[in-house]
């Protein structure tokens, strides 16, 4: 099996969609001829022609209303916002038309839409090229949430979300897009080779929305991550040698609740871990969902280990970033509890 | 009630309809081919400067003209032709080479791992430059990240610039922003957001602010052509021309969008200063590597807002010589060597030769003066370096916390604490 970056596991997945699907569509900002500043389109407008993988004019909101246009008529548009802290200006398109479509309609439209976007800080990208926003869309009724850890995930996953029915916002934490980042920032970066999640079947494949994935099984606590924060929970759990229980969500809506209960039911302790900032994050509604389901069987309060309450400072970043020592410390206390 | 309206006539019948089509607009040339701006025409004729106030729709035709003054003889003509002593063009001048070799020591600076990131104006300084000259040095301006010319035409402090791009214990943003995300309110330059087109609109409400006091204050913006695609780029054409604001709203049409030529901005189909036609404001196509012409359509600008005329949208026609920035590489999307062709040359160049031929200016002082601004840039850069780069002597951590709100709330309290010192 070829082995993969998640920049070359996603090019792989659109690739894959636009072959065997005529109405899939790639656009957005630099994905057409120069193939996306992180190169995650390259070489698709060659292949599958300018009509069906080109560049959008700079206005994202244009972006995902013509995407929303096209789903309408019965396409599977692809589209690129070229950072998440970008995507504000497509809000509107968003949660009131792409979110709603089918529901006002009453079944009449929908749009099939797939809006992927870089996320995540720990490049030095400052306030403007390093938020996470999951939790604005997850809050969107109508839209679902994804956000792969790896690889393997990444192609199954967005294969999974050109293919649904329903609008999906995807994002990919651009720190993992070369390497299983854990959050050291100060060794040297890990690539995907090797690694066995970055063994990646070249045709067809999904991964279902709302799937969680065990990455560790453990017995001392559960750990609810995603993202970047799975890579630094693993490395976090072999440092402190505590026998947690890693659990990748892959899809924030529609939630596994299913897997994250029986497994916070088995260890009784849960911690959850995102780089997004901790007030109405998603950590919020995961440590509410954990509280409502496993009450009787909690031994100690949900931890939430997140961001601070602050733009991503970019001098400061690494003190911003959830790194493993403070996921470390959060298990322990929920151990310790 | 559904089938008899879907079975409704139309016009035409149905073998007549052909399959529809749409269009990708593609630039002339690409990597691999030799570069071919032949397709660029240039009027041949430069209108005359009309009164400032001329009603706007007896001005459509400015926005498909191109505004000259600097001949390819160097000489200065026409009636845009501005009343600058040799003093005033040496200064501007100054100002624009002191931008440019500031520009390569930090992106130098970026090469050698002192910041992180770094955007240059190569090709561009005459617009930021002239139009800083134009206003006066209260005038707020609303940049986008390629006019960092304005700060050094007026004087601001070099170390200071620096010490933002390194992030270090001297930057005035606490190491919180990309470098060059300026913010200089005592300079008149509002603080760059780095997202695109934002700005426009808060421009206008700026100037909107200012007549409302009774100041005399203008604002004055600047957006690329990639950008006037947002939604933030109309609404301030839609509120300036409601309110008749004495704003000064800027395309700097420089070609290119990071990898999308200007074509995909919708270049190919009109001019970006006949966005403004639409909107019933006056737009004026200049020649952005004309020092001369960017300062006269500026002060016509100025002068027409503050009669009470209101906005005018400025197309500065350049190219933008070097990289999007320290992230990008062109090559991968653009012939080598384009820049060098430009018909309309380089804005320093062109001044130099123009003062040369005034008889005000000689390839010695030219070279001396070069020598002089290269050390005046390495003295800062010293100083600047003495206060830490990137990663090193970085402001306290602690401050990331200040600024959220005015008062540090419980919660960020709470936060700072756990963070530890």
Known sequence: MPSMTMIQALNSAMDVMLERDPNVLVFGEDVGYFGGVFRCTAGLQKKHGINRVFDTPIAEGGIVGAAVGMGAYGLRPVVEIQ??????????????????LRYRSGGEFSAPITVRSPCGGGIYGGQTHSQSPEALFAHVCGLKTVMPSNPYDAKGLLIAAIEDD????????????????????????????????????????????????VLRPGSAVTVLCYGTMVHVALAAVEESGIDAEVIDLRTLVPLDLETIETSVRKTGRCVVVHEATRTGGFGAELSAQVQEACFDYLEAPIERLTGWDTPYPLAHEWHYFPGPARVGAALKRALEY | MTSSAAAGQGATTEGELRPLRFHVPEPKCRPGSAPDLSSIELPTQVLPRPAIDTPRERLHEYAYGLIRVLGDDHRASGDWAPSLDADRLRQGLRSMLLTRLFDQRMLRAQRTGKTSFYMQCTGEEAIAVAQAMALEPNDMCFPSYRQQGLLVAR????????????????DRMKGRQLPVMYSAKEAGFFSISGNLGTQAIQAVGWAMASAYKGDT??????????????ADFHYALTFAAVYRVPVLLNVVNNQWAISSFQGIAGGEATTFAARAIGYGLPGLRVDGNDFLAVYAATRWAIARARAGHGATVLELYTYRAAAHSSSDDPSGYRPDGEAACWPLGDPIERLKQHLIALGEWSEERHAALTDELTEVVKVAGKEAESHGTLGRQTPDPRTMFDDVFKELPEHLLRQREQLGS
């Not at chain 1, 950072?83 to 709603?100: C, G, N, V």
């Not at chain 2, 004087?155 to 001297?170: E, F, I, T």
Request: aromatic residues 14%; hydrophobic residues 35%; negative net charge.
């Open chain 2, 217 to 230: 204050r203008l604002a004055a913006t600047w957006v690329g052509d990639g950008t006037t695609a947002e």
């Open chain 2, 155 to 170: 004087g601001w402090s070099l170390v200071d610039m620096m010490c933002q791009v390194y992030n270090n214990s001297a």
């Open chain 1, 166 to 213: 329903d609008p999906v916002v995807f994002f990919e934490p651009k720190r993992l897009y070369n390497g299983p980042f854990d959050g050291h920032h100060d060794r040297p970066v890990k690539p995907w080779s090797g690694h066995p999640l970055g063994e990646v079947p070249e045709g067809y494949y999904r991964i279902p929305l709302g799937q969680a994935a």
């Open chain 1, 83 to 100: 950072f998440a802290d970008y995507i504000y200006p497509a809000m509107d398109q968003l949660t009131s038309e792409a979110a709603r």
